[in-house]
Each structure stands twice: as C-alpha cells, then as structure tokens.
C-alpha cells in the first residue's frame, strides 16, 4: 500500500490566509458599527389611535376617542380637570328619529351641548351627528341658548334633512344610501366634555363610557385616549439610556 502524504500550504500562503481573515472581520465590524446610535426615520413617530366603534340598534358609534389635550385648551385631561370625546354618531334607521339623551362614565360628569340652534341632540333618520374634538364657538341665536341635554326634550318643528356619512364612517351607514343634505354635519357639531375628572386620562388605556339613546336604548364604548403628535419616553430603573441622535453616516 502506497502511504498518504498530507499536503501543506506553503508558509507564505498561510498568513496570507490569514490576512485576508482578519481584513474581513474588520470590515464587518466597521458596517456593524457605522449604524450604532443611529435614529431610525419611525423611532419619533406615534402611532395612529383608531377610536373605537359599536352598534345599538340602528344607531352606530364610529371613531369614539378622548382627545389628547392641546396646547392653550381648557382640557388636561388630569385629575379635577377636564376631557374631551370625539366621535360620528349615525342614525341608520329609515324612519325612526332618534336623540342622544345622556353619557355616563366614572370618569366624571359628561356636559352634552347640542349643534348651534338645537336643544338636544337628535339624529334624523340617515343623519349624522359628529362631536367636535376642539371647542366650538357657536354663534348666539334670538331662540335661546343651547343647553346641555340631561333629559328628553320637545322635537323641534323644524324639518331635518338627512346629512351624508362622511368618507370616514361611510362603513356604518348601513345597507341603504343616505339622503341627499343641506349641510355637512362637520360644520355644526356637538361638543361632550367629562368635567370634574376622578383621575388622570392616559394614552394607551381604555375607560368605559356609556351612551343612552331615547328609542335604541344603551351601548357600552371602552374608549380609547388620542396619542396625540408626541408621546414622551418614560424612564424607569430598566430603561436603557436614550442613544444620542446622529445626523450624518461614515
């Protein structure tokens, strides 16, 4: 039998092996490295809160939030202060008119104060009713001013035509089309404040809120809070430190 003979590289050969190892390893750790510290295009960014919706009948709740407290309002949202709640309210009945008579919740008192010119909040059938998510001046009107709604009121005699669903909440119309309208809903909205709050509103929880119609009855919302432009990173004692931002590349 003939022996095997190992073959072996050449010295020479060997470290430039081993050259063009290290050479590698090199670079790999300068690309690793390049992006350390570095602020991605979506580390600032919020994400979008969608309200919350819910059916009673044939009246649909779309896009119910508490808006995030702005700069310069009487709204803070913080405990003994005040919250707002937004959201499109739509009668998808045919015939049947309806009317928003109270909202409940253990956050505090909820003040309703009906569209300019309104006593209460009715919803025509195929109307929709939007509450506004900033205050809304309401020009003065010879009747009297709009008081909020804490009980069933005397239907106006005025008719009420049918206002189209928005783009947004076209998807809780219903079955049947809406009726042709005057105005868009959007211009003269309702305002629903909760006033003495029993504790802070926090972006990122629900609270329960409870909406009671004269003919469809009541419907429970856990109602999300708005995140608003920025949200505020919280430290704690396993937070890492915050990573200076770096403007340029290598």
Known sequence: MT??????????????MVTVAALAAGAAIALSGCGAGQISQTAEQVAAVNGNHADVGRIALRNVHIVYPGEGTAYNNAKGGKALIALSIINNGEAVPDELTSITTDLGTVKITPASGKSVVELAPQ?????????????????????????????TSAPHSAAPTTAADSHGAGEHGS????????????????????RDVTPGLTYNVSFN?????????????????????????KSGPAEAEHTGGH
């Open 3 to 16: 022996a095997l003979k190992a073959v072996t590289a050449p010295k020479g050969a060997r470290r430039r």
């Open 127 to 155: 109307q929709t009713v939007v509450a506004a998510n900033q205050p809304v001046k309401h020009e003065s009107t010879p009747s009297s001013s709009a008081a909020p709604t804490t009980s069933a009121a005397a239907p």
């Open 179 to 198: 009726q042709p309208a005057a105005s868009d809903p959007e211009t003269n909205p309702i305002l629903i404040e909760i006033t003495g709050l029993t």
């Open 213 to 237: 119609f004269k003919q469809n009855g009541t419907v429970q919302v856990q109602v999300p809070v708005d995140a608003g432009l920025h949200t505020e990173r919280h430290e704690s004692d």
